[in-house]
């Protein structure tokens, strides 16, 4: 190759670069998140082993605060509800749950 065809090329590879540097990065939100997010959604939260506990924190969903407990059968490969409690109704009632009982 001569000096001006590899001259050209390196030129052109200069540009490519610049250009990849310049793109603007995408930004991408996760589905499910980590923990608990109470602004929006359902989130699903791992307490051990075979234990999750699933949280509805939808503002306007008709369950919001519900938190449901579930545990992995082996034997029939399903997870079963082990269960249910409202958190959201703990904090506006707290007189209805009684500490140490």
Do not use: W
């Not at 939808?58 to 059968?73: A, D, P, Q, Y």
Request: one cysteine or more; charged letters at 20%; aromatic letters at 8%.
């Amino acid at each position: 190759m001569s000096d001006k065809s590899t001259k050209n090329v390196m030129i052109g590879i200069l540009i490519c670069l610049i250009v990849i540097a310049l793109k603007p990065v995408p930004s991408f939100q996760s589905e499910i998140p980590s923990s608990v997010d109470i602004s929006a959604g359902e989130s699903v939260v791992q307490l051990g082993e075979n234990r999750i506990a699933i949280v509805d924190n939808t503002l306007n969903s008709g369950m919001r605060g519900e938190v449901f407990v579930l545990e992995f059968n082996e034997d029939k490969k399903t997870f079963d509800l082990i269960g249910r409690y409202n958190y959201v109704d703990f904090f506006h009632n707290p007189q209805n749950y009684p500490v140490g009982k």
